[in-house]
């Protein structure tokens, strides 16, 4: 069992056709409570709004919670530019960014669209090296870098003092590579239940802890955090899989078996029907004061 302070946040929808409804439950989450709001980057669905131009609105109309991408799909952003975006939220929000970082996906589709990347292992590829880069880019000092897949010449990505706090680099990982990174690099792992089984997940956590001391890291370094994708809703048969379905206490304890079970240590409910600020509403008004 983790004993990590455990924390809560929902991830919103991008739609075009829902902004009233992101921009409410937003404000809904904070006011309850909530430690953290996501907004997903799917910059190739027609029907999704882009992310990194939601996170400042939204950084705007909160004051306290932090507001993650999740994740940002690397294969359409260079490093530089997400390390020059990431440092102006950061200062201009007083440190509430939380960037999260994944190679994209379904990626079949993406070099379609323009990822910089044809197939998905040369975007593991990027990502592995990425994330020291976008560190390095926020020292504030200029970077030359070589790399197999990003050259740079004394670029600086920082407008002013480097961002303080560094943003936090979660990232959206599931298969032996992907989880390798997020051991050696990363801040946090940022599954979702709907793309894994929940017998995976020991192995999957164990994957994470071995990359990291492999790299000389501290596993306890790396935040677990869990997108729970699914509705709160005593009408429906309930689940617990690839969904969760079901009444308030349903999922109360569905959370404290992946928290003692499982290891995560922040759950950022995706409600999947229904109306997101009342389903945001349920969340903290009548599942995390179970727990």
């Known amino acids: 069992m983790t004993t990590a302070p455990i924390t809560y946040g929902a991830a919103l929808p991008a739609s075009a056709r829902r902004l009233p409804e992101l921009l409410e439950a937003t404000t809904i989450a904070e006011e309850l409570g909530a430690d953290l709001v996501t907004v997903a980057d799917h910059p190739y669905l027609p029907s999704e709004q882009d992310a990194w131009t939601l996170i400042p609105l939204l950084l705007a109309r909160t004051s306290r919670v932090r507001v993650a991408t999740n994740v940002t799909a690397l294969p359409f952003r260079s490093p530089t530019v997400i390390a020059k975006g990431a440092a102006t939220l950061q200062h201009?929000?007083?440190?509430?960014?939380?960037?999260?970082l994944g190679a994209g996906g379904p990626y079949d589709g993406l070099p379609g669209w323009g990822a910089q990347w044809s197939t998905l292992g040369?975007?593991?590829?990027?990502?592995?090296?990425?994330?020291p880069l976008l560190r390095r880019l926020w020292s504030g000092r200029p970077v030359t870098h070589d790399g197999d897949h990003y050259r740079l010449?004394?670029?600086?990505?920082?407008?002013?003092?480097?961002?303080?706090?560094?943003?936090?680099?979660?990232?959206?990982?599931?298969?032996?590579?992907?989880?390798?990174?997020?051991?050696?690099?990363?801040?946090?792992w940022l599954p979702t239940n709907a793309y894994l089984s929940l017998d995976e997940v020991p192995a999957m956590q164990r994957a994470v802890d071995e990359a990291a001391v492999a790299a000389g890291r501290d596993p306890s370094a790396v935040r677990r955090i869990f997108n729970v994708m699914g509705v709160i809703d005593e009408g429906r048969p309930p689940r617990n899989d690839?969904?969760?379905?079901?009444?308030?206490?349903?999922?109360?304890?569905?959370?404290?078996?992946?928290?003692e079970r499982l290891g995560f240590e922040t759950f950022v409910f995706w409600p999947v029907h229904g109306d997101t600020r009342r389903q945001v509403e349920l969340f903290?008004?009548?599942?995390?004061?179970?727990?």
């Open 242 to 259: 690839q969904l969760l379905v079901g009444s308030a206490g349903h999922w109360a304890e569905a959370l404290t078996d992946y928290r």
């Open 92 to 100: 201009t929000s007083g440190g509430r960014f939380v960037l999260g």
């Open 122 to 131: 040369q975007a593991i590829g990027a990502l592995d090296e990425a994330i």
């Open 153 to 188: 010449r004394d670029a600086v990505a920082v407008a002013g003092a480097p961002p303080d706090p560094v943003p936090p680099i979660w990232v959206g990982a599931f298969k032996p590579r992907m989880l390798a990174v997020t051991g050696r690099h990363a801040d946090g």
């Open 284 to 291: 903290f008004e009548s599942v995390v004061p179970k727990l």
